[in-house]
């Protein structure tokens, strides 16, 4: 089971890019790699998953070098609403989700 | 489509006192968990079903049971609430495809006094 690095918080202004990177040193061949927001008194909600390079959907990109030891989670032009906690998580099929493992997360704040 | 949801929202126990935490899903996906959330933490799992019918241990069962009732509902009993199970549970489910993506419902904030 990969084991994964993030900061654990970081600000940001509306209408600003926010990039949050994410360590996964251990990654495995088999490995995704998904991102989560929760926001307070509310249960984690999927943003984005990819397995290298580039994947962009209507919320965020997340980029993935070649060597995968590393990813970043893009969301662009925040709002006050984007306050929330991010989580990073890499796990692999078939018991991807019996594997994971939430870290603390990285707490983003978006200042008016 | 109502996806997880979880009764009830909010209890309060005292020591030694017993209770069933509720979940249900609506999107006919095979596995289902429980996570415990600290204040300030990330979540930890208590236990998962990856199929109905199955159910094992994750990162923090002591003091838990849990029942896959059947396809769409898992439960999770604590026989004898501690203060130290005093935090937020969230249900969850994936489909246990490829890249198993879970969706949550929105927690039980339990207090045990």
């Known amino acids: 089971l990969a084991k994964t690095t993030q900061p654990i918080s970081m600000d940001s202004y509306e209408g600003q890019e926010v990039n949050i990177t994410c360590s996964h040193n251990n990654i495995a061949t088999n490995d995704y790699i998904t991102w989560y927001q929760q926001f307070p008194s509310q249960g984690p909600r999927f943003i984005i998953q990819g397995y290298k390079t580039k994947v962009t959907n209507e919320v965020a990109s997340l980029f993935i070098p070649a060597d995968r030891k590393s990813s970043t989670l893009s969301l662009p032009r925040v709002s006050l609403s984007d306050t929330a906690v991010y989580y990073c998580l890499v796990g692999s099929s078939p018991l991807y989700g019996q594997n994971f493992v939430f870290g603390p997360g990285t707490r983003l704040s978006v200042l008016p | 489509n109502a996806g997880v949801t979880q009764t009830p929202k909010f209890q309060v126990l005292k020591t030694g006192q017993s209770m069933t935490l509720q979940c249900a899903q609506d999107?006919?996906?095979?596995?289902m968990y429980w996570y415990r959330q600290d204040p300030g933490m990330g979540l930890r799992l208590i236990y998962y079903?990856?199929?109905?019918?199955?159910?094992d241990k994750g990162e923090v069962p002591n003091g838990y049971n849990v029942s896959r009732l059947n396809k769409r509902e898992f439960s999770l009993r604590l026989e004898s609430a501690a203060p130290s199970q005093t935090s937020v549970y969230f249900c969850?489910?994936?489909?246990?495809?490829?890249?198993?993506?879970?969706?949550f419902g929105p927690g039980t904030r339990l207090t045990v006094l």
């Open positions: 999107m006919n996906h095979n596995s």
């Open positions: 079903s990856a199929s109905e019918g199955t159910t």
């Open positions: 969850a489910s994936s489909s246990s495809g490829n890249t198993d993506t879970q969706y």
